[in-house]
């Protein structure tokens, strides 16, 4: 039974197929409601599932191998452990992966974007930097082994924060409408393709138990619903703080101030839990999961580990 008041695991309205009926896996949210814990966490979970998984970060100071306590990837992949692989995808190394992929020939490749001259004019091409960050993302994911499997059968991005994750993810949409046809359109559409099948791809949106992050959480997902054409699986409500004192607690506690304030606090955290997980739940029409405030010394594995017991119901759709 859940307590009184408190937020289901999975919200028993929707009946969604599990993440691991899905290759990629989209997490983001407002900056600071932790994102790259729930992106770790579900990464590990994949791995433990013996599905072969890289999680990829965007140009940005790594924090998931830390969580798993592990060295640093950089930009090239990296083995933190079995079934599990990171890289934190860079503008310079991913423009030259880009370059190669696209051009075919490395030599050919250095005549154009290592010239200084085009260089120079290469910033001035709408979204490129985008464009081949993503790139590198999606062709990991088409990415196959020798004996036609592929060589990842879960991809989990740590998106971008809300706006930008929306610039990044429409970039295929947008070159698609401004640029004539050629190598870049093409490479966009099948990015785009890719992005906006429900067959390959989730989104998971991560928000806090308060007012900013949940309404940040619900215009992502209209974003993403109407510019980029990609589908909300579910909600994580992070730091979620479950009910654990009904009205009759709080008056036993009449004689004890200390305490009784203690358990109000408590008590009313709980309450706006139950209702961010209600507004997200309504707004998105998805499942909401909520992950509980963990009270440790040191957030790392132990810590992403538990959040990963918790995201269960997530990744297998088992209620």
Not at 82 to 98: G, H, I, S
Not at 137 to 144: A, C, N, P, S
Not at 183 to 206: G, H, Y
Not at 228 to 235: L, N, S
Request: glycine share 6%; proline share 7%; hydrophobic share 45%.
């Amino acid at each position: 039974m859940t307590p009184e008041g408190a937020i289901p695991t999975v919200r028993r309205s929707f009946f969604m197929a599990g993440l691991l009926d899905k290759r990629l896996w989209i997490v983001s949210g407002k900056g600071g409601v932790g994102k790259s814990t729930i992106a770790a966490a579900l990464a590990l979970r994949s791995a433990r599932a013996g599905r072969r998984t890289l999680v990829c970060e965007v140009n940005t100071q790594e924090r998931i191998s830390g969580l798993l306590e592990r060295p640093p990837a950089g930009p090239d992949v990296k083995r933190l452990e079995e079934n599990l692989w990171a890289v934190d995808v860079r503008p310079q190394e991913a423009m030259r992966e880009y370059g190669i992929m696209v051009l075919r020939f490395e030599t050919l490749y250095k005549t154009v974007f290592e010239n200084r001259l085009v260089r120079y004019f290469l910033r001035f091409v709408p979204s490129l930097q985008e464009l081949v960050l993503l790139g590198k993302i999606m062709f990991h994911l088409q990415e196959k082994l020798p004996d036609g499997r592929w060589r990842y059968d879960t991809v989990v991005l740590d998106a971008p924060a809300t706006g930008h994750a929306i610039s990044f993810l429409s970039v295929p949409q947008v070159l698609l409408q401004t640029l004539p046809p050629g190598p870049m359109t093409r490479e966009a559409l099948k990015m785009r393709d890719l992005l906006v099948d429900p067959a390959v791809t989730a989104a998971v949106l991560v928000a806090l138990p308060e007012e900013m992050p949940v309404n940040e959480a619900v215009e992502l997902h209209a974003a993403l619903k109407d510019k980029v054409r990609i589908r909300t699986h579910a909600a994580v409500l992070n730091q979620s703080f479950p009910e654990r004192f009904t009205d009759g607690d709080l008056e036993a506690l009449a004689g004890h101030p200390e305490l009784q304030r203690v358990a109000q606090a408590h008590h009313d955290r709980a309450a706006l839990a139950v209702l961010a997980g209600t507004k997200l739940e309504r707004n998105l029409h998805a499942p909401v999961y909520a992950v509980p405030r963990l009270f440790v010394p040191r957030f790392g594995r132990d810590a992403v580990e538990q959040v990963m017991g918790h995201l269960e119901p997530l990744v297998t759709g088992e209620t």
